[in-house]
C-alpha cells in the first residue's frame, strides 16, 4: 500500500567544531557516522571559516532552515572551542534570536554532542572537576532557553582519551548514528528523553525501535 500520509523530516543542523580535526579520534569518527544522512547538514566551522569571517546573515538562513541545531564539539576548557562562541555571539543576535522581534529560532530543539578527555567519575561533586556535565552546559541549556529553543539532553561521549579503537569508540559512532536519525525521523520517546541527564545508556528507553513493515 501507499503510504498516504508520508512523514516530513525534521531538518537537522550540525554545527561542528574541532579546530585539529587531522589529529581528532573520537570526533572524526563520530562525524563520520552522520556524513551522507539525508536532511541531515553537516557545517564545519572551521573549514568554513578558517579565519573566523562569519558571515551572519548565511548562518541565520541556515538556522531558519532547520528544526533541530546541534553544535558537536570536543569540550575545551569546561566549554566550546573558539569559533563557536564567535559564533555564538556573532549570530545570535537581538532582535533574531532573543529580544524584540527575536523569534526567529522559537519552537526548534536544541542538542549538544560533545566529547571529554576526563572520565565520568571525574564530573562530580567529588571528581576533580567537581561539576557534572549537566552543570558545566547550563551556558549552552541556558542560552537555548532564552531563544526559545527546547534544550534536549547532551549526548556526551567521555573518557576519550583511554577509549579504545575498535569497539568502544564505534560503539559511541553508531548510537550518535541512531540519535540523529531518530531525532530526524521523531522516533522517539519524548516524555522519557525529557527525563535523562544524558543519552547515552539510555538509548534503549528513549529510541522507539524502527516499526517492522507490513507485507501485503
Ligand atoms: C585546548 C583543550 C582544552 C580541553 N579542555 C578539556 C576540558 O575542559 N575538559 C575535558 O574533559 N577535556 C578537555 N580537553 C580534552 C578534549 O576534550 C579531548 O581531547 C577531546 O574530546 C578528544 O576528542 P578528539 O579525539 O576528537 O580530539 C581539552 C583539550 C584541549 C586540546
Redesign the pocket.
Known sequence: MNNLNPIVPNQILILFA?P?LE??????RLIQAVQGLESVLIHDLYEVYPNFQINVKAEQDLLLAHDIIVFHH??????SPAILKEWQDLVLEHGFAYGEGGTALQGKKFLTA?????DKK?YCQEGY?RFTIRELLVPFEQTARLCGMEYLPPFV??G??SLQERHQIDQHAADYRAIITALRDDTIHWEQLRQVNHWNLNLDRVLKLPEVPHHA
Open positions: 574541532h585539529a589529529k581528532s579520534r573520537v570526533n572524526r570536543p569540550f575545551y576548557w569546561y566549554s560533545i566529547t571529554t578527555g576526563g571525574a572537576n561521549v567521555q576519550t582519551h
